[in-house]
């Protein structure tokens, strides 16, 4: 367990005056990752809202060694960090322990970047790749992506007179991960910062690749008040949208468990990219995405009751 | 050491002797065994490589634009299709001035798809900051493969050196190898400004560059690769000294008294030069000048080259799809603009896809040089050369 006091005090990794929106959910996941990190650790980014907000010439966030090299390879890139790195750690030429945490948004990953990421996790680079999951390409202006939800508009995925948003379900990925047998495998999201700051530390900890699943809402894609930001990631987990659990060897463990299952409504309800379902003419699209969730929150218990 | 070597042998030969940090690959035909006898060494611990076998070409480079920049000496290997998917990273390892060395097998471009040598893909990638140097057999790939280490980390600049595929790259020679140790020890530690590694002095690498500074740090780049000949010259000098074996920027073969010649890349240098050796015989002027240096361009070297001649024939083993013929024709024409001599230049287009050129072609070409010096008029500027229906 983290303490928050001891967090508190560090000296900050990633700083403030940065570019990020009022109520971004990308700069808490970069500043609760870092925080957590007990060992001096080398960042890297893909093309994304973080990387561009936060590395605008001649200012930086990063008080932390920073790489960016482009969109799809930033799995590649601190693979090849990495390789650097023992290379010249057995010469002699680098003392330090260090610890590898590449940065890429669900566009980054889900899609363009997901050839790179499996083969950085199949290799056994002692990488931490995290996804900072806000559902679409932000950057570019809210187009969708393979972790799009149904039934969500985007710029590419239109609520339209006749076809309400997306119309297909999200790509699993934390699972497209677990297959691929890495160190360590986890879900999570900054409302609950003792979870994602344990996730972390475990994640550094285990001897070989590993991966986190942050959710992280964006208050213009998703179209609510910037201060809703830690709510909405509260709600996801409390309606079992996203499902808090880590997978290490070989064993599932649902890490946080919502006293009370909500209707994913209330969390639909509270953003705009989902306002076209509720005045929608049935309710197909909602019933879809409740099935998906009800399925996969099944799942995930039968899987972690199994390992007891 | 006097061994027998292909093209391929002798770059992973030179690449073991130089025992990089890392090196990140993906096969591909035919720098397919480039790779392979590599991940040999590292498995046979010749070798104290990180040898990181990565998922595509694409991978492969931005792990090498990693692993670089760390401060470690970086090296791949790759052909056609394989530099074609790295595009868009080269660009971003000169950028970020990162010494890599690629050791590329010219293979052409698909469509349609083919093995066989030409030159497209490496020119495909002559704009994207990296020094680029065409080697024409497989000692002179051996060489140059050590040679571009320690320029392109002179240069702080990624370089590439080619060699002709399966015509140099499977072709067997007589190769004579530097000593195991003379080659680390010719090579020295690669000295670096700003380690990503540096965790007490962190530094963020590839930040976003607008407006107001995009422009400097570009000129920045050009600036460099402007002081790049100087670095290529004092190296092979030293490496001349090292191996006996002394390299020009630009390759001149009797053209001291050459009335016509031609100019071209790659093995068809020494094709060329027997043809050289048989005209000669038979009392004709002909020389032959071979582009080795290619990027950063010669341009002084080349000009004094070219203007000994009254003809030029320029062959190039590609297209620029331009309409304007090929790549080197296109830079020997632009060179020699503001030359007070200017010789007549013929562009002869060969070879794409690996179609054979010998002796007797580039014998003919040389007949047509002395008809146009005759009548002191190029006929037609720019022709295809061995192709049906021309």
């Not at chain 2, 002179?140 to 571009?148: H, K, L, P, R, S």
Request: proline share 4%; with cysteine; net charge neutral.
């Amino acid at each position: 367990m983290a303490k928050l006091k001891e967090l508190a005090a560090q000296k900050e990794k990633f700083v403030g005056g940065h570019r990020g929106c009022a109520g971004c959910g990308a700069a808490i996941v970069a500043r609760q990752v870092l925080m957590a990190a007990e060992n001096p650790v080398v960042v890297g980014a893909a093309t994304g809202c973080l990387e561009v907000f936060s590395t605008i010439y001649p200012y930086s966030a990063w008080n932390v060694p920073y790489i960016h090299n482009a969109f799809e390879n930033v799995a590649a890139t601190m693979a090849g960090v990495e390789a650097g790195y023992r290379a010249l750690k057995a010469k002699g030429k680098v003392k330090k322990d260090l610890r590898f945490i590449a940065f890429a948004g669900d566009g980054g990953t889900y899609d363009i970047g997901l050839q790179a990421l499996s083969g950085m996790i199949e290799r056994r680079h002692r990488v931490l790749y995290v996804c900072y999951n806000n559902e679409a390409y932000m950057n570019t202006g809210i187009q969708r992506s393979s972790a799009t939800p149904r039934g969500a508009h985007t710029t590419t995925s239109p609520a339209g007179k006749v076809v309400p948003g997306k119309l297909q379900l999200r790509k699993n990925l934390t699972e497209i991960v677990i297959a691929h047998e890495p160190a360590y495998a986890a879900q999570a999201t900054f409302a609950y910062w003792n979870d994602l700051v344990t996730k972390v530390r475990k994640a550094l900890d285990a001897d070989g690749p590993s991966f986190i699943n942050v959710y992280a809402p964006c208050r213009l894609g998703w179209a609510y008040a910037p201060e809703k930001t830690v709510k909405v990631s509260k709600l996801s987990v409390e309606t079992c949208i996203w499902p808090l659990y880590e997978y290490e060897n070989g064993t599932y463990r649902i890490s946080v468990k919502p006293k009370e299952k909500k209707p994913i409504t209330e969390f639909l309800n509270m953003q705009g990219r989902f306002g076209h379902l509720f005045n929608w003419k049935d309710d197909v699209p909602v019933k879809e995405y409740q099935a998906e969730v009800d399925f996969i929150w099944e799942r995930l218990l039968k899987r972690s009751e199994a390992a007891g | 050491m006097i061994v027998a070597r292909t093209g391929n042998e002798a770059m992973a030969e030179a690449m073991r002797q130089i025992n990089p940090d890392v090196v990140a690959a993906y096969p591909i035909t035919p720098a397919t065994e480039v790779v392979q006898l590599f991940s040999k060494f590292v498995h046979d611990g010749q070798v104290d490589t990180q040898f990181v076998p990565a998922e595509s070409e694409h991978s492969a480079i931005s792990a090498c634009v990693g692993a670089s920049s760390t401060g470690a000496r970086v090296m791949t290997s790759t052909a056609s299709q394989g530099i074609a998917l790295m595009h868009e990273i080269l660009f971003i390892a000169s950028g970020l001035r990162l010494p890599i060395v690629i050791c590329l097998v010219n293979r052409a471009l698909s469509s349609p798809i083919n093995i066989h040598c030409d030159h497209s893909d490496s020119l495909a990638s002559r704009d994207s900051g990296w020094i680029q140097i065409f080697t024409e057999n497989t000692q002179e790939a051996y060489d140059t493969t050590i040679i571009a280490v320690k320029v392109a980390e002179a240069a702080s600049l990624p370089a590439m050196v080619t060699t002709d595929g399966f015509i140099i790259s499977h072709g067997m020679e007589r190769v004579e190898l530097v000593d195991d140790e003379a080659v680390p020890k010719f090579l020295g530690e690669r000295k670096i400004q700003h380690s990503l590694l540096d965790v007490d002095n962190p530094k963020t690498f590839g930040a976003l560059d607008l407006q107001d500074y995009f422009f400097e740090h570009k000129r920045s780049e050009i600036d460099a690769m402007d002081h790049v000949l100087p670095i290529i010259e004092k190296v092979q000098d030293e490496y001349g000294k090292l191996s006996g074996r002394h390299y020009p920027l630009v390759d001149e073969y009797r053209m001291d008294d050459a009335e016509v010649a031609i100019l071209c890349m790659g093995s068809t240098g020494g094709t060329g030069k027997v043809a050289v050796e048989r005209l000669r015989e038979q009392g004709k002027k002909v020389g032959l000048v071979r582009c080795r240096v290619y990027r950063p361009f010669p341009k002084e070297a080349m000009v004094a080259a070219l203007a000994k001649a009254k003809v030029v024939g320029v062959l190039d083993r590609s297209d620029t799809m331009s309409t304007l013929g090929g790549h080197l024709y296109n830079d020997a024409r632009s060179i020699l603009y503001d030359s007070d001599m200017r010789p007549h230049l013929k562009n002869y287009v060969y070879g794409l896809g690996g179609r054979d050129i010998s002796i007797e072609d580039i014998e003919s070409i040389y007949k047509e040089l002395f008809a146009i010096q005759k009548t002191g008029k190029v006929d037609k500027d720019i022709v295809y050369f061995g192709v049906r229906g021309e």
